[in-house]
């Protein structure tokens, strides 16, 4: 993660940015916002803090009134949103060394969405599988936590893609254990955080590794990423599986600990997970592209040293899944 504790991160979907817009009416209003909106707006602020864990603010921007217009009156009314976040996923989302505060990527650009949109934007941590299913029963208002977009969830909630991000493993540094692609996994055990993609990936490639007459791949499952890297260092599994960014945080902060185990694959997009009855789903489309016209996006993923997995902002749409 980013503090004096080994943090690490899940939760991806394979998918290329894709075309596929909200609506017209969302594309028009985008459209409109960018090329005239954005640009009246107070400009942004380059942040000083760093990937080490403080917690001092990030670039920011006033409220830019396309985009405020668009937050449906009873968001509006209660004048915050309520984001849940795993807290366990750096650089994306994790604790500061004050104990309760929740920094890094995610929590930096959602910061920056609730100022374009006009209204206070509330972080409350949350077990990742908990998330979606608080999203459906109204106790979070929007979910932004390294979900990868995949059919099956955009079945459930929308996504506003934002970001892209491949898949990696890692393993204790020192050990013997090699694996270099999902083939590699067969006979291996694996440590994963519950309700990633990672998860599914896994279980996946074990059906394929039997049907291929080769060992099963033991999928160990945790409720949190912490638990999923100590599984990993404690010798209880070959290896950890995360996001590509993730994983290259987790072993950059393991002092040793940890090393990467081949390259990243599986590049697929991170979305915003909206409601799909709140209205929000416009409003936050719009706010994304927003920030991105100001150049705050860009500082925010410098600042996290994940700039290479950022998207262009023709690329930011709504449910954008191909798989």
Same mark, same amino acid.
């Given at each position: 993660m980013g503090s004096n504790r080994t943090r690490h991160i899940v939760s991806a979907a394979r998918r290329r940015p894709g075309k596929t817009a909200a609506s017209a009416l969302t594309a028009a209003v985008v459209t409109t916002l960018v090329a005239a909106g954005c640009s009246s707006s107070s400009s942004s602020t380059p942040t000083t803090s760093t990937s080490s864990g403080s917690a001092s603010a990030a670039a920011t921007t006033g409220a830019v009134p396309q985009v405020a217009a668009l937050v449906p009156s009873a968001i509006k009314a209660k004048g915050t949103v309520t984001v849940a976040m795993d807290a366990t996923y750096p650089p994306g989302e994790f604790i500061a060394s004050d104990g309760h505060t929740i920094i890094g990527m995610d929590a930096d650009l959602g910061k920056a969405l609730g100022q374009a949109m006009g209204i206070k934007w509330n972080p409350v941590n949350a077990t990742f599988d908990t998330i979606i299913p608080g999203l459906q029963s109204g106790k979070y208002d929007i979910g932004l936590s390294s979900f990868g977009d995949t059919k099956a969830r955009e079945k459930v909630v929308n996504f506003v893609d934002y970001f892209q991000a491949g898949e990696a493993f890692y393993v204790k540094a020192g050990s013997p254990t090699t694996i270099t692609s999902m083939s590699s996994l067969c006979g291996k055990s694996v440590s994963v955080e519950s309700g990633t993609?990672?998860?599914? %990936? =896994?279980?996946?490639?074990?059906?394929?590794?039997?049907?291929?007459?080769?060992?099963?791949?033991?999928?160990?499952?945790?409720s949190t990423q %912490? =638990?999923?890297?100590?599984?990993?260092?404690?010798?209880?599994a070959d290896a950890g599986f995360a996001d590509s960014q993730v994983a290259a945080w987790i072993v950059k902060e393991s002092n040793g600990v940890f090393k990467l185990s081949g390259p990243s694959f599986f590049v697929v997009p991170y979305g915003i997970a909206v409601p799909k009855t709140s209205g929000m789903t416009t409003p936050v489309l719009a706010a994304m592209k927003a920030i991105m016209a100001k150049g705050i996006y860009k500082q925010i993923l410098a600042k996290w040293g994940v700039i290479e997995n950022g998207i262009p902002s023709a690329s930011v749409v709504v449910n954008g899944a191909t798989s």
């Open positions: 993609t990672e998860q599914v %990936d =896994a279980t996946t490639q074990s059906k394929k590794c039997t049907a291929a007459g080769k060992p099963a791949v033991t999928v160990h499952t945790y %912490d =638990a999923a890297n100590l599984a990993v260092s404690s010798g209880r």
